[in-house]
Each structure stands twice: as C-alpha cells, then as structure tokens.
C-alpha cells in the first residue's frame, strides 16, 4: 500500500463507468488495517467490491466519536491537554494516545482547509473528551460551530461535497448527473499506472477524449450569494454553460465566492463568465 501506517489519505472510488460514488479519507491504522471515512454509509457496496478477496469488513459507525478541532490555536489546544507528540504530527499524520484510559486517535486532518486535528474515540468518553477541549480552549477562545460555518470554511477551501456539488453514482436516476474524478478535480487522485481498479476503463477513455464536465470554482461581482444560480459563457445569457452548486460571501476572501461546473471547452483557468443572479425585489 502507497499509504504507509500512522498516514492518512483522501481518496474516491468509482462505479465500472468511472463515475464517483463518494469521496473520504483512508486512515492505515497497523499493518494490514484500514478505517475508511465517508460522507455516506456505503456497505454493500463495500462488501460487493470485496468478494473474492481475502479481506473483512466491519461497519464502525456507531462504536467510534469524531470531533473536530480546527484553526489557527487548535495545536496550542491539544497541547494545553496534556496531548504529548502531537507537535511531531505533520499535514495527514496519525496517532494513538491515550486519554482517561481510553485510546484516542488524532489526525491532522479536517474540512476546514485550515490548520487542525479530528479526534476519535469511543463515544463512552466523549463527552469528557468535549469537556476538557473546551476547558483547555477557554484562553484561546474556543467555540462550537454549526454546519453553517463548517459550510462556508468548506466552500472557501474549494473542498467538494456530496449531494451539494455532486450527486453519487449509485443514487443518481438520469443519466448524465454524475461525474467522474476527472470532471471534479481531482484528476490527481487517479493513478493510471495502476493496473485495475473501478471505472478504470472507463477512466481511460475519458482521459483520451476530454472531459464533459469541469469543476470550477468563482470570484463573483456583488454581495449578493449565487445559490442554485446559472452559468453563462457571454452577457448576453442564451443557453446556460453549467451551475453553481456551492455559493458563500466570504469574510476571510471579502469576496462573494462560488464553486459550480461547467462545460468543456469552458471554464479554464483565468475565464471571464457570467452568473444570472436574482435580487429579492425590495
């Protein structure tokens, strides 16, 4: 394996049409055992991938909390815990230590695109785990937040997400709303020199002939967010080139900023388009 343990790796995996069924992060615990976590349970799908291979599978959900802890002080937070190592941990890092007797798995992860940690541990002691977050942040300002904020810090940091900017492959009816890596951006993930894996194929074919699809992502004039809004090649409007699927104003950028997709040949960096955006008649 190309993830070594103690790393962490973001990865997609892909119906036999090369289209995305979800993205997630791959944790190498030990040698030889793995933990994956996903935006949606996706078992079956799991155990069908599985067959003919010597290799178990078991569905952790409900035995395992995470919380996480990001931004700029989430370090000086888990070091005012008592967290000893975490220092030595660098961006997909992974550890043990123990808390209250109990073990608890830090990664430098997060959805964020900010510097932090995601904790995991049983849900016996979570709470406890909560508490001593909060009393350790208390100087550093620590807050709770929602989905929201996690939203927006999400769309500032160009992260995707499913059933937002794209719709799973094993849940979509008609054909033609789902994408591939290579439409979403993350061309990066697909290793071509691997000799099989799903959607390989078709991966392939696409690679050779171009892409349909492009995920873009926008600086938009005004204040005004482009939620659901169209996308248009000229001024002039006419038929519509993509959508936008993600859309925030956002006060670390002082920018209203967008993430959407769009039609090749458009949609290349540095491309001038147009969104149609409706004012609320006052």
């Excluded at 993930?189 to 699809?213: I, M, Q």
């Excluded at 809004?229 to 409007?237: P, Q």
Aim: hydrophobic fraction near 40%; glycine fraction near 10%.
């Amino acid at each position: 394996s190309k993830i070594k343990p103690g790393r962490v790796a973001y990865a997609v995996w892909c119906d036999d049409e090369g289209q995305v069924i979800d993205d997630g992060t791959i944790f190498h615990l030990n040698e030889g055992e793995y933990r994956v976590c996903s935006q949606e349970r996706h078992m079956s799908w799991f155990q069908a991938a599985a067959i003919g291979m010597d290799v178990s599978i078991v569905d952790e959900t409900e035995d395992i909390c995470g919380l996480a802890v990001q931004g700029p002080t989430s370090f000086s937070i888990l070091k005012n815990m008592g967290l000893d190592g975490v220092e030595n941990l660098k961006p997909f890092g992974l550890m043990a230590l123990d808390f209250q007797g109990t073990e608890l798995m830090i990664s430098r992860t997060g959805f964020t695109g900010d510097l932090g940690y995601e904790l995991w541990i049983s849900p016996n002691v979570a709470l406890q785990l909560w508490d001593a977050l909060f009393g350790a942040g208390k100087f550093h300002g620590i807050t709770a937040i929602g989905t929201e904020a996690l939203e927006l810090a999400r769309i500032e940091a160009g992260f995707i997400a499913a059933y937002i900017d794209f719709l799973p492959a094993n849940v979509t009816v008609r054909s033609g709303r789902s994408r591939s890596p290579l439409e979403l951006g993350l061309a990066w993930l697909v290793d071509f020199k691997k000799p099989n894996f799903n959607g390989r194929r078709a991966l392939v074919e696409e690679k050779k002939r171009g892409s349909t699809w492009r995920f873009v992502k926008l600086d938009i004039e005004g204040n005004k967010e482009a939620h659901h809004s169209y996308i248009y090649a000229n001024k002039k409007g006419g038929k519509s080139i993509g959508f936008i699927t993600s859309a925030a104003w956002s006060p670390v950028c002082k920018q209203n900023i967008a993430l959407g997709t769009v039609r090749t040949p458009y949609g290349k960096v540095g491309d001038k388009l147009y969104v149609e955006i409706y004012y609320q008649l006052e």
